[in-house]
């Protein structure tokens, strides 16, 4: 897979190739993705060095994200992934809708 951060602009749609996730299931449910070709940061948060699904969405939608993702990790497929232009999750860029590439 190719190692380049892709983006459209400030609309808040961006390509994630290669990534690592990550999931805390302690005490409150967090998904991060962290890109491994950098960080397109629209909202600019300031911990600029991953993305969180957004905690708005109910449980039901994050654990459709965390699937997505987590198929697409395995089957090495990028991703796209739409950020929140206007606010942050954790001071991070907030991920909002996942589709496989």
């Known amino acids: ?3 380049a951060l892709s983006h459209d ?3 808040g749609w961006v390509t994630a190739q ?24 629209p909202a600019n948060c300031s911990d600029a ?10 449980q039901e939608v994050q654990q459709r994200i965390y699937s997505v993702l987590l198929s697409s990790l395995f089957a ?3 991703v796209r992934v739409l950020l929140d232009t206007g606010s942050c999750e954790g001071a ?9 590439e």
């Open 9 to 11: 602009g400030n609309n």
């Open 92 to 100: 991070r860029p907030k991920v909002l809708h996942v589709t496989v």
């Open 76 to 78: 090495e497929r990028s």
């Open 18 to 41: 290669e990534y690592t996730l990550w999931s805390n299931t302690l005490e409150e449910s967090v998904i991060r993705l962290v890109p491994n070709d950098g960080v397109y940061n």
């Open 49 to 58: 060095d991953s993305y969180f699904v957004s905690t708005a969405h109910n």
């Open 1 to 3: 897979m190719s190692n």
